[in-house]
């Protein structure tokens, strides 16, 4: 078999890559905004969970703070969004960047535990966070509407008048709203994790001491991401009470949908651009597909076992087996300066293993 | 710390910005309510409000499509096959017997795993692609998913199996009909309940810490208040054996258990245990599994639940035709005498009567005729109580027309009339 095609991060070639993407990712926004509403509706909740679960990422893929109660965290944004809009009279997508501001103070809250825990003990910390939250919703039932749960009536999700959209547009303003969210959340989530800090991410993921005797603070690494990755998820939860209107803590914010995320992440590859949009499109297609092959408890199992037959398939999860199917005929390598080979202690602080650099890049 | 590098920074920080400052910037300009919906005097339908207001009366001639989002899948899976089997085999009776006017009724199901935006994306495809007549689901969250736009379609929403009080509302909610009694007009019923049967009652409320069983909590303890009745403590049934003893020590002599289906029965074996014997206990009307009070023994004699569904399993209603012809409808289906299953099947029944109610209107079987009959139904369901109704007008939600109390006799195992139905209204 022939080499693989080296491409430089920041060349030409490499530009012309991103501008294909950026060019297919318009014309998937475009294709998606002409669908039918219920097809165009299945396309939004795909990007609300993507961005819910690249919120996941963060932490858990990128840092390794294995975390299975961010529900909680997507439930404290959707609750946000209600409450503002419900007893504040805010313009419902406004109140998404205040949800990610609730949730970042949250999820550094909840971070805390992890400076002196991890693994198991870590996601028994957010295990009891994601249980509690339906019960603190229940109990806060003056503000959130407690177990009769809130609705945000669809007049009160009208799209505002500087979009063009009427109130039976909505679901347009919807698509484009998460069209927004999902490029900036891609965008950030790459940017970071290619950034300085990103490197301290992953050291901090691969081995504490050193990252630690490298002069990183992990205690601020750890903290200011689970922060960042529960205001990210936060801000998917806003978009989700919009999305539904109607909001029931005990229905769509309990355990089993932060497991939910937790599958999407597993699946779609965890440390991954790209892994989220594949979570995404898992937890909302595989299920659509399965329960009309079988009906019943019968397409739960059938849901298990397409899950089961892709971890078979692809162990690093959708993007890391497309990405190792990309790496055959192309490799993208970060830049260098020109004459200077990469010295032993550039790679002592490099931030990915080849397995974890090549999902990276995909 | 390890920062990120000025350039690195700025590009990170810039688009960031410009979202943020242009979501808040505009924020000042979007609106939140101006209300499309009209208000109506009395009851009425203004169809120009429908997203399609022809489809709204055009006459439904072929088939009437029903689709029913349903947890088929997930943790109440159980009970919704139980009232899909009462559905089903009601409306297979209704077909066999020519449908409504000559018009069958098809009822399309989608599982939703009993998650709100499932239902949602269910209540879509059943509008949008499947253009079905009306809808149903389970649970309030899957009501709330569906109401906002069945409502906006102009498709009716029939006898779901919840009691919210926010869709209640006629004027936002016109084309949304719920099944289950609000917890407010059962627990008004066990308050005066109580209060004729007890002198001096010294009430205490258990309630199950889920949000059903504090939904029927807080119900109950707003209706003792509006009946000037005391409550002593208000304890959770987590630890039975303490709630029951809590109440021992409170002195209360009447006990209201919220409880939810599989904690019901496991009180009343606890006070047994802790000699705890109050003078009345009433409980919730989803606390009427016999299976759990046959399990409690002897510590469940004589507690008391509102019912207004008929129980085929007692023997003094063996011969009644509403009866034979339910339990012949239902031939093999396993557990024909629960009582979701007969609710199931009363949902049916109720759909139907609305149907061909509107098929015979003057304007002919429509999705205005529909809702304009579900809107106006008096109707004695052959499966509720006998003094029971199905009643609603413009000037009331729909709901049964009132309870009748009945005690769990632990010798003859199964729960006995004790009283007269009494209306709500």
């Not at chain 1, 909740?45 to 819910?52: G, H, L, S």
């Not at chain 1, 177990?147 to 039976?168: C, D, Q, V």
């Not at chain 2, 159980?78 to 009462?86: D, Q």
């Amino acid at each position: 078999m022939s080499s693989p095609k080296v491409i430089d991060r920041g060349s030409a070639a490499h530009r012309a890559l991103l501008a294909g993407a950026v060019v297919l990712g318009v014309a998937f926004a475009l294709w998606g905004s002409g669908l039918a509403p219920f097809e165009q509706g299945q396309i939004t909740r795909v990007m609300i969970y993507t961005v819910a679960i690249a919120g996941l990422n963060v932490a858990t893929g990128y840092v390794g703070l294995l975390s299975v109660g961010h529900s909680a965290f997507f439930g404290i944004g959707a609750y946000t969004t209600g409450i503002l809009v419900v007893h504040h009279d805010w313009g419902a997508w406004a109140t998404i960047p205040v949800a990610f501001g609730v949730c970042l103070v949250v999820g550094l809250l909840v971070g805390l535990p992890a400076l002196r825990i991890r693994g198991l003990y870590l996601a028994m910390v957010t295990l009891a966070f994601g249980v509690a939250f339906p019960e603190i919703v229940a109990r806060f039932d003056d503000l959130t509407g407690g177990s009769g749960g809130m609705t945000i009536h669809r007049t009160a999700l009208r799209p505002p008048e500087w979009s063009g959209f009427s109130l039976g547009e909505k679901n347009q303003w919807l698509f484009w709203l998460a069209v927004v969210l999902v490029a900036v959340t891609i965008y950030v989530t790459a940017c970071l994790t290619r950034s300085r800090y990103g490197l301290a991410m992953s050291a901090v993921r691969e081995n504490e001491i050193a990252a630690s005797s490298s002069g990183i603070n992990i205690a601020i690494v750890k903290t200011a991401t689970f922060g960042l990755s529960g205001a990210i998820t936060g801000a998917a939860g806003g978009l989700f009470a919009m999305y539904l209107g109607s909001l029931y803590a005990e229905g769509s914010f309990t355990l089993l949908a932060g497991i939910t995320l937790l599958i999407g992440l597993v699946i779609g590859g965890e440390r991954t651009i790209l892994g989220p949009i594949f979570g995404g499109l898992i937890v909302v297609y595989v299920p659509y597909y399965t329960s009309d092959l079988g009906g019943g408890q019968f397409s739960a199992v059938l849901f298990a076992a397409v899950l089961l037959l892709v971890i078979f398939v692809a162990p690093a999860g959708v993007a890391g087996g497309l990405n190792r199917l990309v790496r055959r005929y192309v490799v993208i390598r970060p830049a260098r300066p020109a004459g200077h080979a990469p010295s032993p202690s550039t790679r002592g602080v490099s931030n990915e293993s080849p397995t974890s650099k090549e999902r990276q890049y995909s | 710390m390890t920062a990120l590098n000025p350039s690195r920074r700025r590009r990170l920080a810039l688009p960031a910005l410009v979202a943020v400052a242009g979501l808040l910037m505009a924020a000042c300009g979007s609106s939140s309510d101006d209300g499309d919906d009209k208000a109506s005097d009395g009851f009425s339908i203004n169809v120009d409000d429908c997203e399609d207001p022809a489809a709204a009366t055009a006459k439904i001639t072929d088939k009437i499509v029903v689709g029913y989002s349903a947890p088929l899948s997930g943790p109440v899976a159980g009970p919704v096959e139980l009232a899909t089997t009462g559905y089903d085999a009601r409306i297979k009776m209704a077909n066999d017997a020519g449908g409504i006017n000559g018009v069958k009724i098809e009822v399309k199901y989608r599982d939703d795993a009993f998650q709100p935006d499932k239902t949602k994306a269910n209540g879509t495809e059943f509008i949008q692609k499947d253009k079905v007549d009306a809808l149903a689901t389970f649970g309030s969250g899957g009501t709330g998913a569906l109401a906002d736009d069945q409502n906006a379609a102009c498709i009716p929403l029939l006898y779901p199996s919840s009691s919210d009080p926010k869709f209640l509302d006629m004027e936002l909610y016109p084309w949304t009909v719920q099944f289950l009694p609000s917890a407010a007009a059962e627990t008004a019923y066990l308050v005066k309940y109580i209060q004729d049967n007890v002198d001096d009652p010294k009430v205490g409320v258990v309630e199950n810490p889920t949000a059903s069983g504090k939904a029927q909590g807080e119900a109950f303890q707003e209706s003792a208040k509006a009946a000037d009745m005391k409550i002593l403590d208000t304890v959770e049934d987590t630890d039975p054996a303490a709630a029951a003893t809590a109440m021992k020590a409170a002195g209360a002599n009447v006990v209201y258990h919220g409880g939810v289906t599989g904690t019901c029965g496991v009180f009343d074996s606890a006070s047994a245990r802790v000699d705890y014997k109050p003078e009345l206990v009433v409980k919730a009307s989803n606390c009427a599994n016999a299976a759990e009070y046959i399990a409690a023994g002897a510590g469940a004699d004589g507690v008391v639940i509102a019912k207004y569904l008929k129980d085929p399993s007692d023997p003094d209603l063996a011969k009644d035709p509403a009866v034979v012809e339910y339990l012949k409808a239902l031939g093999n289906a396993p557990d024909p005498s629960n009582t979701i299953t007969v609710a199931g099947w009363v949902q049916a029944d109720l759909l139907i009567n609305t149907l061909q109610q509107a098929a015979d209107s003057e304007d002919g079987l429509t999705h205005q005729s529909m809702i304009e009959a579900a809107r106006d139904q008096d109707y004695a369901s052959p499966m509720l109580i006998d003094g029971v109704k199905w009643v609603s007008s413009a000037d009331r939600n729909a709901g049964v027309s009132g309870f009748a109390p009945y005690a769990w006799n632990a010798k003859e195992k199964r729960f006995i009339n004790v009283g007269d139905v009494t209306s709500i209204d």
